[in-house]
């Protein structure tokens, strides 16, 4: 009798824990898009062509200040800076000596960054979806509600409750995967940080 009453139990916490498993990854990524006021890391960035195949893979720092503020430094293989501030985001390329500005809504399907800033309700916005484990981390689906969207979805990889990756696949057929590596939570940033102000002599387009 006592057999079958634990047999009863350790049945019972292991649906428990398969339960909670299965719904853990998408609360650990609400609260850590509510806990964390500030953010660095090292990233890679890998794109993929249409047939799987890795392309090209590009290098650089993250830094996230809450709420709308984020920078991207590519440093390799080229120099580019994506920042955004006041409901805005500058595209920097020093190759192109071209600089972009976009409003903070119209660059959703550029940049993934928009959802860690706290500008969107991803209840909202957003069908959420578990994707299993992935490259030792567990994966979440974000796919648009709107149709007009420019992207199929946007995946966020959780490793404990923090960020270790995002996917961003867009309507084009491009699959952009990023890994994050020596994060930093809640560091003190400078504002200086994300103030961005175009180099001399490049072109300037406003969007």
Request: aromatic fraction near 12%.
């Amino acid at each position: 009798m006592i057999k079958k009453i634990v047999s009863s139990l350790i049945l019972t916490a292991g649906l428990l824990s398969n339960a909670w498993a299965e719904e853990a990854p998408i609360k650990q990524l609400k609260t850590f898009l509510k806990s964390n006021a500030s953010l660095s890391a090292d990233f890679k960035q890998v794109s993929f062509n249409k047939a799987g195949q890795a392309a090209q893979a590009s290098f650089g720092e993250f830094y996230l200040s809450r709420p709308g503020k984020f920078r991207w430094n590519y440093e390799k293989p080229f120099a580019q800076e994506i920042v955004s501030n006041g409901g805005k985001v500058w595209f920097y390329d020093a190759d192109l000596e071209q600089v972009t500005i976009k409003q903070l809504d119209d660059s959703l399907g550029s940049t993934p960054a928009l959802l860690l800033t706290g500008q969107v309700d991803i209840d909202q916005k957003f069908v959420l979806e578990e994707q299993g484990n992935d490259d030792d981390l567990n994966w979440v689906r974000l796919s648009p509600k709107n149709e007009e969207s420019g992207f199929k979805y946007i995946l966020i990889g959780l490793n404990h409750g923090e960020l270790g990756g995002m996917e961003l696949s867009d309507n084009f057929g491009q699959l952009t995967r990023i890994y994050f590596s020596n994060i930093k939570l809640n560091p003190v940033l400078q504002d200086s940080l994300f103030n961005f102000k175009p180099p001399k002599g490049v072109d300037v387009f406003e969007n």
